[in-house]
């Protein structure tokens, strides 16, 4: 009964066209399986009729530029592994040799995701540059006998064929790295290689038009649209590309620049593909593509960390995109990225930043009711740099394999905020799926004097017996970040309170004082990237009490270990929450929880050292 309770909570949210979808999708792909040759002849006849491969595009020169002129040598040794039959993704390789199994049993695990991303052909432009390097090496020869190994084995209709070789996305991404490596190699239609590499991604463009992941959406669709205006525009084929593309920015690309889905990451993922649109076009660039890229940029330039790189909530890890590479690319396309405009009032993600401090706080939806597979439990989480060093980062991503540990990533236990009775913010299951959900929003900010703050709320935990809910201030001077919490509601409840510090930032230049309470040390693990493991510190605070509940966290860096001691005192009164800290540090904090209607007063006060109001 759980289970099915848990499913219907789930499919309660989906968009009636997606589940409609699915099903027209599933018939189509059962009724291709019992008929792949003649399905597959079909689609070859057809790219046969469109015009030869224009690798001399202009446009795609620029894109090959973009993807290789910062990372020609780590492409070169991509190149080498590749012309050897070894292949690295998500931090595992594998040794396959001259021949290439591409249905090895043992990848038919979990996502799949390893095996998904062998079949993209990523090391189709790396193959292509390291020819450049070296002609006389074999890495041309060694790119189409893998593309003429691949549609041999991999043929549309082939047994599982959506879920690996013709899985969409991987058919979008996949035409678009063969693209770039015709452009990297030169080549023409009158060369052999080059026109049966054209057929292919002629035929890749007609499978993807007529099998767009309208039951999936969000990232998956986008891609697949970038990938229709790469087709026709090397191709043709595809005459009504940019027009799904356009439909999809309108959609997924919310007012502030934010990706509807909100992970840092995947909007990253998306800007680079409307980057790339954008270098391919050129001028015949249609406004509303600079619009939006101009807007993803400049949400996305908000977001980023002192080292530059982006927090890692939701599924996120480091490195699926040259961060900085990607920024400086946007800019000069674009030029000066703009601010978002009121990301409070639509991602939710909010970036706060005075002096070396920067933080990020979701204060916002996990994404739209109908596609959270990349959500985590982590509303009103933050993360915190100091200069170019992270001092609270969140657990990032591992795997994406079903089962406990993939549990334990997009658990709620995972991230720097508040869980009350052992009960998650949002009920994930499976490996993309989501139940019940809670949502969080912004209630009040500011931006003036010595601290820059952010006041916002979440229902997370509302289902609960005495409706608790879960309110967040966290306030950003020059000298310390201030993390205050209240859980207001009825009745007496387990709190825990964790911080998630970055390695090797306990006790080695961060000073962290748990307000109100003791915190305990404990290791906890760090995925920065897929597939591995760091350990770190994480403090908790843990009780149990009659709400309402106050607690919170002062967090210092670059401290000397002889500074004076800060003394906090912490306590709500009437809803109306006072801290007062003394010592190494002052600040005087007052944070009413429930202004009442028509009070023109600011709800919150900071008084910094100077002893001057900052609100």
């Given amino acids: ?83 050897a039959g070894r292949f690295t993704f998500l931090s595992r390789t594998l040794e396959f040799g001259a021949e290439i199994n591409w249905f090895r049993a043992d990848l038919d695990v979990g996502t799949r995701l390893w095996k998904t991303l062998l079949h993209e052909f990523s090391y189709a432009p790396a193959l292509a540059t390291a020819h450049r390097r070296d002609p006389e090496a074999g890495y041309r020869q060694r790119l189409f006998a893998l593309q003429r190994s691949w549609s041999s084995a991999a043929p549309i209709g082939c047994p599982g064929f959506a879920r690996d070789a013709w899985n969409a996305r991987a058919v979008a991404t996949r035409l678009m790295h063969w693209s770039v490596a015709g452009s990297l190699l030169r080549l023409t239609s009158d060369d052999a290689d080059g026109a049966a590499l054209g057929e292919a991604v002629g035929r890749h463009g007609l499978f993807l038009r007529d099998n767009l992941e309208l039951d999936l959406r969000g990232n998956h669709l986008f891609r697949d649209t970038v990938g229709l205006v790469f087709a026709n525009e090397v191709v043709g084929g595809v005459p009504d590309a940019l027009r799904w593309l356009e439909s999809q920015v309108r959609e997924q690309v919310l007012p502030d620049g934010a990706h509807m889905e909100r992970s840092p990451m995947y909007h990253a993922i998306c800007l680079e593909d409307l980057l790339e649109v954008r270098l391919l076009l050129g001028d015949a660039a249609p406004a509303w593509l600079d619009d939006a890229l101009r807007r993803m940029a400049g949400l996305l330039e908000s977001l980023l960390l002192g080292d530059g790189d982006i927090p890692l909530f939701g599924d996120a890890w480091l490195g699926e995109v040259n961060t900085p590479h990607l920024m400086m690319a946007c800019r000069d396309r674009v030029g000066p990225l703009p601010p978002p405009r009121q990301p409070e009032h639509h991602g939710g993600l909010v970036g706060l930043e005075r002096g070396d401090f920067k933080a990020v706080l979701r204060a916002g939806p996990h994404g739209p009711d109908h596609i959270l597979g990349h959500a985590h439990a982590d509303l009103l989480a933050f993360e915190l ?195 007062e800290c003394n010592g190494g540090f002052e600040v005087s904090a007052r944070w009413q929880l429930s202004p009442t209607d028509g009070d023109s007063g600011d709800p919150v006060e900071l008084c910094s050292p100077d002893r001057e109001f900052a609100t």
């Avoid at 909570?9 to 099903?23: D, F, K, S």
Wanted: charged letters at 25%.
């Fill in 385 to 579: 740099s100091s200069g170019t060093a992270r001092v609270v980062c969140d657990t990032g991503t591992a795997l994406y394999d079903p089962g406990p540990e993939r549990e334990r990533l997009r658990s709620t236990a995972a991230h720097s905020t508040v869980q009350i009775d052992g009960a998650e913010q949002i009920e994930a299951w499976d490996s993309f799926r989501v139940g019940r959900r809670g949502r969080a929003q912004v209630r009040a900010m500011r931006d003036d004097g010595p601290w820059t703050w952010v006041w916002a709320s979440s229902d997370a935990f509302a289902w609960l017996p005495g409706r608790p809910r879960h309110d967040r201030l966290l306030a950003v001077s020059a000298d310390a970040v201030l993390v205050l919490d209240a859980i207001t509601g009825k009745g007496a409840h387990e709190i825990a309170s964790r911080l998630h510090l970055a390695p090797g930032r306990y006790d080695k230049g961060t000073h962290v004082l748990a307000l109100g309470w003791n915190a305990t040390p404990r290791e906890a693990p760090y995925h920065e990237h897929f597939g591995e493991t760091l350990e770190r510190i994480r403090l908790d605070i843990e009780t149990t009490i009659e709400l309402p509940w106050v607690g919170g966290w002062l967090i210092r860096c670059g401290i000397q270990e002889s500074s004076p001691e800060v003394a906090c005192d912490l306590r709500i009164h009437a809803g109306i929450v006072q801290l």
């Fill in 1 to 83: 009964m759980i289970q099915i309770g848990r499913l219907l909570r789930t499919l309660a949210h989906l968009a009636p066209g997606q589940v409609w979808h699915r099903l027209r999708l599933q018939a189509r792909r059962a009724v291709w399986e019992r008929s792949s040759e003649r399905v597959d002849a079909r689609y070859r006849q057809r790219a046969a009729r469109l015009p030869p491969a224009r690798f001399d595009h202009p446009g795609l020169a620029r894109v090959a530029h973009y993807r290789t002129a910062h990372r020609e040598d780590a492409l070169a040794e991509v190149g080498r592994d590749a012309l």
